[in-house]
């Protein structure tokens, strides 16, 4: 019988723990594929005591007997993705017999980078916060109609089209002020496209099909988060793809029919890195001290994560926009210790109370909060506290979604299946 795609994506601004969990329900599957997204993301895997951090490949990368593949939905830079095939190497991985990449994703030329650096200097304190990997540049030519896609690595005029395109950027950096010296590194890049093709390239539509139908179980793994989504996202402080569940079809050229189930992963609380708006942010001393507890400092650019209270009419939001059919709740052991967890169950707009994100949530919504009690230290060999219990049932009654997985630290065994047979798959 045909199997199924499952689709994992992150349900805030994205780092919610989605790398942790892929790796701990890997072994379900057959099949592990990103489907946007590129080395904007940092996903962090922790087991027998060593910490992998992956940007591009999937994080089902370190379980023998699973495939992994970069779909078409995805933005490549070679010297990135070569760096973390070397890593892996080094981690005793050798990727050769379980790692693919799509023909039909696109690559991230040294002067999409420049491009991304001078958009975000000229736009001074509106910045997005990008983390200037050329994600943006890279999008706006897939849509543009102008990408470089790695299937163009197999053509005889390959060069002349790398050049074109280097052409075209070179005329618009000249209309810039801050010009990055993208040169220096487009030595490295080229060599690393020849070795680039040392990776099996699949036409990954046909090859998903034949392993689905050969009933060999996919999970499609996301990047960024729901509130970073081009379309849903808080506009424009957002990444330029779709992170949620319709993206999983166009990042793999699957169907919606054969979409299975849909894991939103949260944490305890919301945090976001960069620029844009944030209702339940904390600028005291609790969020300081979530930070703290929590190494909120990102995986990819090492900037400090800002951080907040857990907000529900966001989240119910993510649960609507993926259909999310279950939730993973991360991090809950970073808040132990708090005397009293606070909650945003509505948002006041223009002095009406309501549980929808509205259009705009721009200093024009303001959180209105419920107050719950906090729990002690957290352990997986013990029954979850009361309070814990309860403040997970208040978040699937306001979601209508049952939290199947509950994260209580770092590593690959501090995780606990409310329902193993529903997660574990
Ligand atoms: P991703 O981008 O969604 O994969 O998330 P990141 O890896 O960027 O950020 C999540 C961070 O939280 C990583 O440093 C993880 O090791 C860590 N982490 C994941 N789950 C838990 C948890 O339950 N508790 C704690 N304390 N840390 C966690
Ligand atoms: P993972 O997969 C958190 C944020 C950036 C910036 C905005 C646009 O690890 O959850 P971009 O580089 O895409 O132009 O940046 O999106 N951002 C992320 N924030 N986690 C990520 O990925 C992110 N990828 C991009 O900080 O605000
Ligand atoms: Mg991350």
């Known amino acids: 019988m045909s199997a199924r795609v ?19 329900i890997t072994p379900g599957y057959a099949v592990i594929a990103r489907f946007q997204g590129g080395p904007n993301a940092g996903h962090t895997l922790l087991f027998e005591g060593r910490k992998h951090v992956l940007h591009t490949i999937p994080s089902g990368i370190f379980r ?13 830079d070679p010297v990135i993705f070569l760096k973390e095939v070397d890593a892996l190497a080094k981690a005793g991985v050798d990727v050769k017999d379980r790692l693919l990449i799509g023909r039909r994703a696109h690559l991230i030329l040294p002067t999409h980078r420049a491009l991304d650096a001078a958009s975000e200097a000229e736009k001074g304190k509106e910045k997005i916060g990008s983390t200037l990997k050329g994600i943006g540049p890279t999008y706006m030519d897939k849509t543009g109609r102008n990408g470089f ?13 790398y050049r ?31 070795r680039l093709r040392t990776i099996t390239l699949v ?43 319709a993206g999983a079809c166009t990042g793999l050229g699957v169907p919606p029919t054969r979409i299975g189930r849909v894991i939103g992963i949260f944490k305890a609380y919301c945090t976001r890195v960069g ?37 529900l009419p966001a989240l119910k ?19 132990s210790g708090m005397d009293t967890i606070r909650v945003c169950t509505h948002y006041k707009v223009n002095g009406r109370l309501t549980d929808r994100l509205p ?67």
């Open 6 to 24: 499952d689709v994992l994506l992150g349900a805030q601004w994205g780092d919610e723990g989605k790398g942790k969990v892929v790796d701990v």
């Open 64 to 76: 023998e007997g699973v495939m992994n593949l970069v779909g078409n939905g995805v933005v490549i």
């Open 203 to 245: 036409d990954s539509e046909h090859w998903l099909d034949e392993q689905l139908n050969a009933g060999r179980k996919v999970l499609a793994e996301g990047a960024q988060g729901t509130l970073l989504d081009i379309d849903f996202g808080t506009y424009p402080f957002v990444t330029s793809s779709n992170t949620i569940t």
């Open 359 to 425: 259009y705009d949530i721009t200093g024009t919504v303001e959180p209105v909060y419920a107050d719950l009690p906090g729990w002690g230290a957290l352990s997986v060999s013990e029954a979850l506290p009361a309070s814990l219990e309860a403040y997970i049932r208040r978040i699937e009654e306001a979601t209508g979604v049952p939290v199947k997985l509950v994260s209580l630290g770092p590593d690959r065994a501090e995780t606990l299946m409310r329902d193993t047979a529903a997660v574990a798959g």
């Open 317 to 335: 939001y993510a649960v609507m926009i993926n259909g999310v059919s279950e939730l993973a709740m991360m991090k809950a052991d970073v808040l």
């Open 164 to 194: 074109a395109l280097v052409r075209k950027h070179e005329r618009l950096l000249a209309g810039h002020e801050h010009v990055i010296d993208w040169k220096a590194y487009e030595g490295e890049w080229l060599d690393a496209v020849q």
């Open 275 to 311: 620029s844009g708006p944030f209702p339940t942010e904390l600028n005291d001393e609790v969020g300081e001290r979530i930070r703290q507890a929590g190494h909120e400092f990102g995986s990819t650019t090492g900037r400090a994560r800002r951080c907040g209270w857990l907000d």
């Open 149 to 161: 896609r790695v299937g163009d690595l197999e053509r005889a005029d390959m060069m002349d089209r």
